[in-house]
């Protein structure tokens, strides 16, 4: 199964309060197989965008891809896992490699696994709250649990 996952990550302050958030749908219809928050803790924006893609590349594993998208906004985090620019900082050492320990999981055909920059915001403004972790319980495969479907932009 070919999934996309959207990532994101931010903090309040540089460091500060973090998270992430991450959603992967399938690639054939675009059903939402996973939506998640993740409190990071005090951390940077760069440190939570890693939790984000380190969430996204365990959750596709657990739901069974075998081909993965991540469509992320930080360039930084895009650009080292693409190689084209190093990692330097000592908190990202381990959270990088963590995430191309999980990267090679996933089947290399066509381009995948595929990593790329796209600035894109998610609708759910809820995952910029980096105070708590983001109540998921309220969605159900794509809708929330009045029966709504929830969009995202891309």
Known sequence: MRVIANIDGGSRGNPGPAAAGVVIRTQDDGTVL???GVYVGRATNN???YN??????K???ALGADEI???SDSELLVKQMNG?????N???????????????KFAKVTGFPLIKYKDY????????????PIDTSIWENGHDVDGDAFTWST
């Open 90 to 104: 000592a908190a990202l050492k381990p959270l990088f490699e963590e995430a191309n320990r999980l990267w090679n």
């Open 47 to 49: 440190v939570a965008e």
């Open 34 to 36: 996973h939506v998640a």
């Open 59 to 61: 959750r596709a594993a």
């Open 121 to 132: 915001r998610l609708t759910f403004d809820a995952y910029a709250d980096a105070d708590r």
């Open 52 to 57: 984000g893609l380190l969430e996204a590349l």
């Open 84 to 88: 084209e620019y190093r990692v330097r």
């Open 69 to 71: 998208e991540v469509l």
